[in-house]
């Protein structure tokens, strides 16, 4: 059964660090990972897609990178900004089954 | 083009009533899928559709849970005498197809049942 874990479960840092999100997974059977960022009381609003064949991802100042035989993925976010504030989200499309299966999110503070 | 939409975006139970949430997912979008987030934990699986054909519904919880995708397009969720457990963000997904594409989501509906 897969499992998704994500390290560290909260992070609060000052306004301008560099940070690192960190998401692992069981099973290397998946068609691609995404990375989701969720505001409280909302819905989840898709950052990265990489899939199973890709190394990494990059959007403005968010970067995913993806390493199937290990079964890691961590996402990037240079120069961050109190509106970066929010819970991350990662999880793996199930090869075959296509469902997504989640960890339980980083909860990231950025203090200004 | 317009997203993902669910209604109610709220809804307020008493223990033992039934109720039914809607999903109109993205035109043209094969691949629909219902996940349940309880408060501060990640979203899980709970049943997926290829148009009209619902090919998993491992992740439903009991048979209290029923979902239906006649037409191949909006989708609901029913739950039949809610149960205090059931409080929790039910989340509609859609995607344009297997495998490797994106998974598009609503804004979800949060249940309360008091």
């Known amino acids: 059964k897969q499992e998704v874990t994500q390290i560290p479960a909260a992070l609060s840092v000052p306004e301008g660090e560099n940070l690192v999100l960190n998401c692992s997974f069981t099973?290397?059977?998946?068609?691609?990972l995404q990375w989701f960022r969720q505001d409280p009381g909302k819905g989840l609003t898709s950052l990265l897609l990489?899939?199973?064949?890709?190394r990494e991802q990059t959007s403005g100042r968010l970067n995913a990178s993806l390493d199937k035989s290990s079964g890691r993925s961590t996402l990037y976010i240079a120069a961050s900004q109190p509106g970066d504030s929010a819970t991350y989200l990662c999880?793996?499309?199930?090869?075959?089954?296509?469902?997504?299966?989640f960890g339980a999110g980083t909860i990231l503070r950025v203090k200004s | 083009g317009a997203g993902v939409s669910q209604s109610p975006r709220y809804k307020v139970a008493k223990r033992g009533q039934d109720v039914a949430l809607r999903c109109d997912p993205i035109?043209?979008?094969?691949?629909l899928f219902w996940y349940q987030q309880a408060l501060g934990q990640g979203p899980e699986f709970l049943t997926y559709?290829?148009?009209?054909?619902?090919?998993?519904k491992s992740g439903l919880p009991s048979d209290r849970f029923f979902a239906e995708r006649p037409e191949g397009s909006v989708s609901t969720l029913k739950i039949q005498r809610t149960q205090q457990e059931d409080s929790a963000v039910y989340l509609c997904?859609?995607?344009f197809g297997q495998g490797r594409y994106e998974q598009y989501f609503g804004p979800g509906t949060r249940l309360t049942v008091t």
């Open positions: 559709f290829q148009n009209e054909a619902q090919l998993d």
């Open positions: 997904a859609s995607s």
């Open positions: 999880a793996v499309r199930q090869d075959p089954g296509d469902k997504l299966v």
């Open positions: 990489i899939q199973s064949s890709q």
């Open positions: 099973d290397s059977a998946i068609y691609n």
């Open positions: 035109s043209g979008h094969v691949s």
